[in-house]
């Protein structure tokens, strides 16, 4: 069987590195071990270690979980935000029609 390899942007394998480093530096500032952090969030050890290695196979979900156990999940809230992604408001904008025409008339009463 033929394996299909797939490359990861530069750009997320460095995003994924500073997460876990961020993570590290978070675990250690609470002074928990990586298993004490792994059973609070509920994932393996294995899985925490991967996390701060900057594995980008780590599934949202468990670093999710890793984040909520730090009590920083409200930081990952802002990823994504539809009200912060200016270019999608641009585009959004852009397919605006210039003029919206007046419907039949209203006869609800």
Same mark, same amino acid.
Do not use: C
């Given at each position: 069987?033929t394996?299909?390899?797939v =490359?990861?942007?530069?750009?997320v394998?460095k995003? =994924?590195?500073?997460l876990?480093e961020n993570?590290?530096?978070?675990?250690?500032?609470?002074?928990?071990l990586?298993g004490?952090?792994?059973?609070?969030?509920g994932? %393996?050890?294995?899985?925490i270690?991967?996390?701060?290695k900057?594995d980008?196979g780590?599934s949202?979900?468990?670093a999710?979980?890793?984040?909520?156990?730090?009590?920083l999940?409200?930081?990952?809230?802002?990823?994504?935000?539809?009200?912060?992604?200016?270019? %999608?408001?641009?585009l959004?904008?852009?397919?605006?029609?210039?003029?919206?025409?007046?419907? %039949?008339p209203n006869?609800?009463?």
């Open positions: 069987m394996e299909i390899s =490359t990861v942007p530069y750009e394998q995003a =994924t590195r500073e876990g993570v590290r530096i978070a675990r250690k500032r609470r002074r928990m990586q004490e952090l792994a059973q609070k969030a994932v %393996g050890e294995k899985t270690r991967r996390l701060e900057g980008d780590v949202v979900g468990n999710l979980s890793v984040l909520w156990a730090l009590g999940l409200s930081t990952a809230r802002a990823l994504a935000n539809p009200e912060t992604d200016e270019h %999608g408001k641009t959004e904008l852009a397919r605006l029609p210039e003029r919206v025409r007046e419907s %039949g006869n609800d009463f």
